[in-house]
């Protein structure tokens, strides 16, 4: 119920700030929130080699789930990684939030391998999946084939600000979908393109049909590029 007890990881160091790696390393909670915070100078918050992510409850007071991940140095804010990995959840929402501070592939969210983010509820409670990612570099960056954000009926919300490259980028047969919950995506970039997406696989897809089919929105603004870029060469 409202009362569970919250599930709090805070971590800093100089490598990783939070590390959850390998098949059968989970957090799971049904009420009680989960709070995953990390400061890393290479990743802040790292799940990776099969690691999941979970809220099971249903209804208002399911667990909401936040990611909250920055890196310090050239690599990574948050970095979900590898085939098995997973942030799922029925009803409690899905924040991610990553800042990358260094230059060279300083990422604020990294998403690829055939990694997980799904929203599985189906009514009005059915957790959103929002990510954000700030960085002086690639901000929100979702690729390879087997990478997946997915919704049933929980919005998602994706949006980068990257200065020198993209603000959000899928590629590499990377998808979203979602069968009645909007997808928004909104990029910002100084000096690259806004919103960035590109291979004949990738795909940004609303599933559902009739008049509860969710809407998708791209919004891109560069200063010095090009706000969106699609492309499937």
Same mark, same amino acid.
């Given at each position: 119920?409202?009362?569970?007890?919250?599930?709090?990881? +805070?971590?800093?160091?100089?490598?990783?700030?939070?590390?959850?790696?390998?098949?059968?390393?989970?957090?799971?909670?049904?009420?009680?929130?989960?709070?995953?915070?990390?400061?890393?100078?290479?990743?802040?918050?790292?799940?990776?080699?099969?690691?999941?992510?979970?809220?099971?409850?249903?209804?208002?007071?399911?667990?909401?789930?936040?990611?909250?991940?920055?890196?310090?140095?050239?690599?990574?804010?948050?970095?979900?990684?590898?085939?098995?990995?997973?942030?799922?959840?029925?009803?409690?929402?899905?924040?991610?939030?990553?800042?990358?501070?260094?230059?060279?592939?300083?990422?604020?969210?990294?998403?690829?391998?055939?990694? +997980?983010?799904?929203?599985?509820?189906?009514?009005?409670?059915?957790?959103?999946?929002?990510?954000?990612?700030?960085?002086?570099?690639?901000?929100?960056?979702?690729?390879?084939?087997?990478?997946?954000?997915?919704?049933?009926?929980?919005?998602?919300?994706?949006?980068?600000?990257?200065?020198?490259?993209?603000?959000?980028?899928?590629?590499?047969?990377?998808?979203?979908?979602?069968?009645?919950?909007?997808?928004?995506?909104?990029?910002?970039?100084?000096?690259?393109?806004?919103?960035?997406?590109?291979?004949?696989?990738?795909?940004?897809?609303?599933?559902?049909?009739?008049?509860?089919?969710?809407?998708?929105?791209?919004?891109?603004?560069?200063?010095?590029?090009?706000?969106?870029?699609? +492309?499937?060469?």
């Amino acid at each position: 119920g409202p009362s569970a007890a919250t599930i709090t990881i +805070d971590g800093t160091g100089d490598e990783f700030g939070v590390d959850i790696a390998n098949s059968g390393s989970a957090v799971t909670s049904v009420d009680g929130d989960i709070i995953i915070t990390g400061t890393g100078t290479e990743i802040g918050v790292g799940i990776r080699f099969g690691s999941v992510i979970t809220s099971t409850g249903t209804g208002p007071s399911a667990a909401t789930i936040t990611i909250d991940g920055t890196g310090t140095g050239d690599e990574f804010g948050v970095y979900i990684t590898n085939s098995g990995s997973a942030v799922n959840s029925v009803d409690g929402d899905i924040i991610i939030t990553g800042v990358a501070q260094g230059t060279g592939n300083a990422t604020a969210i990294w998403l690829d391998n055939g990694a +997980d983010i799904t929203s599985t509820g189906t009514g009005v409670d059915a957790a959103s999946i929002t990510l954000n990612g700030t960085s002086q570099e690639y901000a929100t960056y979702i690729e390879d084939s087997g990478t997946t954000i997915s919704s049933v009926a929980g919005d998602i919300n994706i949006s980068g600000t990257g200065t020198d490259e993209e603000g959000v980028t899928l590629i590499l047969d990377a998808r979203i979908s979602s069968e009645s919950g909007a997808i928004t995506i909104v990029g910002n970039s100084t000096n690259g393109v806004g919103v960035y997406t590109t291979n004949a696989g990738s795909l940004i897809s609303s599933t559902g049909t009739g008049g509860s089919a969710g809407n998708i929105s791209i919004t891109g603004d560069s200063t010095n590029g090009t706000g969106v870029h699609l +492309d499937a060469p």
